[in-house]
């Protein structure tokens, strides 16, 4: 049973930083794409970064890059997103998903991914 489990999720004031993690289980962490997204009230579903866990290859939105990382840990299953300069716009529920696959820049597509986690809230204050 496939299971992306995100965690680290919290509230901050602008300017702060939280690191999330997501928990793979279920299948081959290798050959993956894995991204993460946000989602905040009343807007779309909208990809913030994603890597080709094969290449290690990452890709950022431009309102985060410079600010927030995407890095993983193969012998963990684990994915994880540094993110750091928090701001207000940053609040949101924040999503891990994989695919199998690799599909560049279009890992920032939430369109493609099989599997989602339930997702963890970022609140970013002012």
């Known amino acids: 049973q496939v299971q992306l489990v995100e965690s680290g999720g919290g509230s901050v004031q602008a300017g702060g930083s939280l690191r999330l993690s997501c928990a793979v289980s279920?299948?081959?962490?290798?050959?993956?794409?894995m991204g993460w997204f946000r989602q905040a009230p009343g807007k779309e579903r909208e990809g913030v970064a994603c890597?080709?866990?094969?290449?290690?290859?990452?890709y950022y939105d431009d309102s985060v890059k410079g600010r927030f990382t995407i890095s993983q840990d193969n012998a963990k299953n684990t994915l994880y997103l540094q993110m750091n300069s928090l701001k207000p716009e940053d609040t949101g529920m924040y999503y891990c998903?994989?695919?199998?696959?690799?599909?560049?820049?279009?890992?920032?597509?939430?369109?493609?991914?099989?599997?989602w986690g339930q997702g963890t809230q970022v609140t970013v204050s002012s």
């Open positions: 890597i080709s866990t094969a290449q290690g290859t990452t």
């Open positions: 279920g299948f081959r962490y290798s050959g993956y794409s």
């Open positions: 998903a994989a695919v199998l696959g690799g599909y560049g820049s279009y890992c920032l597509r939430n369109t493609i991914y099989r599997y």
